[in-house]
């Protein structure tokens, strides 16, 4: 995984985690399911990014 992929996952991650709060805080329901969304999506990222790196 190159440097700038984990940085970008990393930003989708926190980013994700941003918006679950506030959408929690101010009772937004739509925004926290995005911030979860975009929280999984960086997981599932990084989870290829390292199966990748097994085979090379």
């Known amino acids: 995984?190159?440097?700038g992929d984990k940085i970008q996952n990393a930003?989708?991650?926190i980013a994700g985690k941003a918006k679950?709060?506030?959408g929690?805080?101010?009772d937004n329901e739509s925004l926290e399911a995005e911030g979860q969304n975009d929280q999984t999506k960086?997981?599932?990222k990084k989870v290829g990014?390292?199966?990748?790196?097994?085979?090379?």
Request: charged content about 40%; aromatic content about 4%; overall charge negative.
């Open 1 to 3: 995984m190159g440097l």
């Open 11 to 13: 930003a989708e991650d």
């Open 20 to 22: 679950e709060v506030v």
């Open 24 to 26: 929690n805080k101010t």
């Open 42 to 44: 960086a997981s599932a």
């Open 49 to 56: 990014e390292d199966v990748k790196d097994v085979f090379k």
